[in-house]
């Protein structure tokens, strides 16, 4: 069963300027997420950024919550060695997929500047 679906768009030019600041990438992603950002191209690095930035939002859109509902850090967009896309969650994140009894799933796009999250939690059940 859906519990919840949700969706966002983020601009790889934002992304770019963002990505200059330590305290951004601290505060914004986790440990994996800055280790995939670190090892991709700057024009990479940027859209890969701006992907899990969407998938952060669109996971908490699914979830019922607003953007700060959660440590930002604490959900993870990774990348499966065959490029499948993944959520990665952690401390407050994933106590709340367990009280939920749910898994979240995820999709990620980049096109002409804008990278895309589609994000579903599903019931375990």
């Known amino acids: ?26 505060n914004v992603f986790g440990p994996e997420e800055r280790a995939l950002l670190q090892g991709l191209a700057p024009h990479r690095r940027a859209e890969s950024a701006a992907a899990c930035f ?4 669109a996971f908490l859109k699914a979830a019922g919550l607003g953007l700060g509902g959660l440590p930002l850090a604490s959900i993870q967009a990774l990348r499966r060695q065959s490029g499948e896309p993944y959520y990665q969650l952690s401390g407050p994140a994933a ?31």
């Open 95 to 125: 106590a709340l997929l367990e009280e939920k009894g749910a898994r979240a799933l995820l999709s990620l796009s980049h096109e002409a500047g804008l990278a895309l999250a589609f994000a579903v939690l599903q019931s375990r059940e």
């Open 1 to 26: 069963m859906i519990l919840g679906i949700g969706t966002d768009l983020c601009r790889v030019e934002r992304m770019e300027k963002s990505l200059a600041s330590p305290a951004f990438l601290n």
């Open 54 to 57: 969407a998938a952060k939002e």
